[in-house]
Each structure stands twice: as structure tokens, then as C-alpha cells.
């Protein structure tokens, strides 16, 4: 089953939709749990840059963009025919000062038609005390706005990039426990603030699904098949991991993050971390 009539009509005049079960919590453990080894095991490899593309290093992070639960909820918005064009992990330490400014996806990202939905799956609970999503809702009705670049230092995104005076009393917080996922539009305001928690704030987030319909207007992108046909071989296609982190998954990954970095810095005199 898909999103409810209720659920996708929110999702049409807010431009959100948020909660929608998805996996097991024991299931959001075991990503979890990989995030962690690999931390442990391969220090570094899940930062700057490397924090994208994750489904290409790992078997089980490939699994949850196939949930079908998931691509129920997104075939609702996106019709079908879905490809799966990136993931980044968004990782807020207790101890770090990491926040997201308020921003919109389609900013930078190069994809057209906006026939494309970013999923934030939850890997730790997500909450206001630890610093969840927060989205303005009706937004995606607006066209592009003017980001400033402010190149953060602990702003999560690539160029700290900025929509101004986003009144923060009118926007939603994006409440999930672990296991839940939320949706959004490439257009709509969002950002989330600090992690005051004593616990990581984890988001798995696919960034997004697109249509098969959808290209690439700025650089090149790889993908992968989720549901239904690709009639228009718009993207080229990355393996299909089969072991953490091999030395072929090392390279896949590495080669879609060289070609996703000239993409979130095209026109760009700086380049951010990630
Ligand atoms: O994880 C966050 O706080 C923000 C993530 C985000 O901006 C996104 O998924 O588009």
C-alpha cells in the first residue's frame, strides 16, 4: 500500500509528509549497527564527502532504498518508474555543534523536472530535543529562492547554503522514531538545528528518488533501478554492492562522489567539506 489520500493530499499542500512507517526498529538497529562498524573498522570513510553514495559500500544500506514500503510511499508521489540517484548520511553528534540552514534541495542538485522525492529515514529517533527537520510548510508552492553561501563550519550542507528569515515559529518539526521516514519536495524550506541530546541524531536520507523521466541538467549522476522501467537511459547505472565496503564498492562510490562534488560546486569559488 501507498501513502493514504490523506497522506498524499498533505503531502500536496504542505509539501511534506511525516510519519510513515517503514522499517522494524530492529531493522533501523542493524543500520545502526553497520554505521558504527564502519566507523570502527574504517575511520574516516563515512565523512566529507564519503558520506554520500553510502548504498554503493554497503549491502545493507543498498537493502533499505529497496524497502518496500519506502517505494510504496514514494511511487504515490513519483509514479513507478523510480530510480535511486544518491544517499547521504546525516549524522548530529551530542557533543558537536552540527545544524542544517534553511534550504532548498533543488537548489544546487541539477535535477529536472522536479519529478523527485527526498526521503529521510531514521536511524535514531528524531525529535526537537536532537534536532530533527524542520520544514516550512507550503513552500514547495514558491519558486527558487536566493541562498546566501556561508560555508559553516558545522552547518551539514555542502555550502552552507542559506534561504534568509525563515520564521521558525511557522515552521514543522519532523517527529519520527526510529524505523520512520518522511518525505519532501525538492522546493520546499527546510533546515533542522542543534543536537541538544545525549545520543547521536542519525538520518539515512535518499536523495533523492527520481522518476525515470528526470535528468541531469549540470554534470552526471549515477543510479540505480527501484521499481518499474527505465525508458530513457537518462543516467548512467552503478553496481549493486555485494560485500562492505570492497575494494569494487570503494571505487564505485568513489566515482559517483567525484562526479556528485563538480555537481553541489558547479559555479562555486569555494568548495565545503562534504
Ligand atoms: O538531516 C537533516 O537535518 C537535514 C537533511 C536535509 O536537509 C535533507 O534531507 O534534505
Redesign the pocket.
Known sequence: MGLTKEQLNHYKQKGYVSPVNALTSAEAKEIRDEIEKIEKDWPGALEGINRNYIHLISPKFNKICLNKNILNAVESIIGKNILICGT?L?I?NSNERGF?SF?Q?AKYIGLEPYNWV?V?VAITDANEKN???RMLPGSHKENLKYHDQKFDENN??TRGQTVKDVPLDKTDPIVLKAGQISL?HPLIV???GLNHSNDRRI?F?I?SYIGANVNQVIGKMYVQKARGEDKYNNHEYSKVPSRLMGKDEIISQNKANKELSKIFYNDSKKVGKF
Open positions: 547521504t546525516f548530529k542544517v534550504h534541495d527526498t529521510w534536532g530533527c527537520m551539514l550542507l519532501h527546510h533546515g533542522s538520518g536520507v536523495q
